[in-house]
């Protein structure tokens, strides 16, 4: 006890150093290494790239970046679920699209059904209920339900080499946002607790919501129209709407990550930009140029001119999920 | 120097203390009580109103709750001194409202435009510009430009008590953002240095932005359309959007602040709903429900049965400015 308090206190006192290996899922290899240069070059005072800790904005994608998107997003898996649970109450969901594809499993019917099918699965699965209630639902839904391959939850299906990452950004006095084409509040309920990110470091996509008087009381209601995408263009957008300055590094595994990329790594300063390249069949998934969800082909072919780091899951990871 | 470093050592070395005087500009009395006694409670483990850090969340108004908006807002004087400034390049604005009347001192009569004359001014000051380019001209302006009553610089016609009580609030835990009805892009420049508040804990109104690419590079470009305006109902939509929780805390001073103070002091936990009540003519200004801007009426009469505290700047503090 006396030997390990002693010790602690010994740790303690070790000033944070380079050395210390803060990565430890990351082989060492150039990927690891363009990551670290990055990070001591602009947080290390007197460096010709040093950049005050204020403007040290890092943005994650989320999905695929962070955490899987296979054989489909989280968020519609979710939305699926919420159309069978609330079913019995719309007995007329069995002869109307995309209800009806999405109550018998007919997910190339849903596709089918087009950006109004997926506005119309929004709208009955995501609004009409209050922000609070909404938080429940979907915090609820993220504690229990399971992915179909793994049967994992999937909070446990999250990259540990990018847990990782976010800490050692957060321990050099970066501040850490996701910015996702998912939906903004269907990720807060739980971003804080799997990665350390609190609600307000979250931009997604969103739905409009209205202040009403709910039962006497003021109440966020969430309505039936979509008010904002934050995906391909609309990441920087959405990055200069809710942080308000370009990022110095940006995170991301597909081509609606392309335009966060871009804009991240164009700025006067230093950056980094990161891909995540999908090639570990054994471990994960092996998909990008071709895939439905998490498309590779536009950003993998940019990532040499415009000199991102593209990592291989399956070369560049010791370890793909927590353990 | 030694004796110094001593002293300052032994201060380093007393843990914080409820006892210090956090809140040097506050007169000892019940609105200081009341901001105190809220603090401790919400922050003292093991007390029954304890929240957790993550949940303490506060937010401010900022026209006359964090500095002065007599006598008039001072984004609109900047909005007017741009018009100004562009007006050479414009020799159609001569005869054009609302610029006719800016260009000649009317300001009844750019009132007398309404709303669309005040879109066409934002649309002429505030867009067609890259984000980059309009924090610039925002931050360059706000480095100059004086009060036409007291010659001091904009950025020291701040409120000293309500810097203290930002600074308490943070070395308490709580996280602060600044929300108010202003141009969110118009405070981003200048936040940080002068109330200690990064440019993603500001939330304000907004004009539409998309990304383009000018001279081959990636920026995003400001558009003449208001987006969203964070005011009245808007506030707690606002709060919704980019914070994702409801505060504990707000701090306000007029009828636009009354949904945001309403939907903060109506959650389960408690709760702190303060209002800067501007009654001393002699060092500030004096107006409440007759005034053009930053009118206080509504919130006023709610504030007894809201259990609102109403904050005297002519009884409750003893200084107003930063000396």
Redesign the interface.
């Known amino acids: 006890m006396l030997v390990g308090l002693a010790f602690a206190t010994v740790l303690f006192l070790v000033p944070y150093s380079a050395s210390a290996d803060d990565l430890p899922s990351w082989k060492n290899g150039a990927s690891k290494q363009q990551v670290t240069n990055f990070v001591k070059a602009v947080s290390t005072e007197g460096s010709g790239d040093y950049i005050p800790a204020?403007d040290r904005?890092a943005v994650f994608d989320n999905d695929g970046t962070l955490w899987g998107e296979q054989p489909m997003y989280v968020q519609l898996a979710f939305a699926l679920d919420r159309v069978k649970s609330l079913a019995p109450a719309h007995p007329e969901w069995k002869n109307t699209e995309p209800f009806k594809s999405v109550l018998s499993g007919d997910l190339a019917g849903v596709a089918a059904s087009g950006e109004k099918g997926l506005v119309e699965l929004v709208a009955a699965t995501h609004a009409g209920m209050t922000?609070?209630e909404f938080s429940k639902i979907a915090g609820d839904w993220i504690a229990t339900a399971r992915h179909p391959k793994t049967g994992k939850l999937y909070t446990e299906m999250v990259y540990q080499p990018m847990l990782e990452l976010v800490n050692y950004l957060k321990a050099n006095d970066f501040?850490v946002?996701i910015v996702s084409g998912g939906g903004?509040?269907f990720m807060?309920p739980w971003t804080?607790r799997v990665y350390g990110i609190?609600?307000?470091?979250?931009v997604g996509s969103?739905i409009k919501?209205?202040?009403e008087h709910v039962q006497g009381?003021?109440?966020?209601v969430r309505l039936p129209e979509i008010d904002f995408i934050d995906d391909g263009?609309?990441k920087?957008?959405g990055i200069?709407?809710?942080?308000?300055?370009?990022p110095i590094a940006a995170f991301g595994n597909s081509d609606g990550d392309f335009?966060m990329l871009?804009?991240t790594t164009?700025g006067a300063k230093r950056s980094l930009g990161l891909i995540v390249h999908h090639d570990d069949a054994e471990r994960e998934f092996a998909y990008d140029r071709n895939s439905h969800f998490g498309k590779l082909d536009r950003a993998l072919s940019a990532s040499k001119t415009q000199g991102w780091t593209v990592v291989s899951m399956k070369n560049d990871w010791i370890q793909v999920y927590p353990q």
Do not use: C, M
Request: no cysteine; hydrophobic share 25%; net charge neutral.
């Open positions: 204020t904005i922000g609070d501040t946002f903004i509040e807060r804080e609190p609600s307000q470091n979250v969103s919501s209205k202040l009381k003021p109440a966020i263009p609309g920087p957008v200069y709407t809710h942080i308000g300055r370009r335009e871009e804009w164009s």
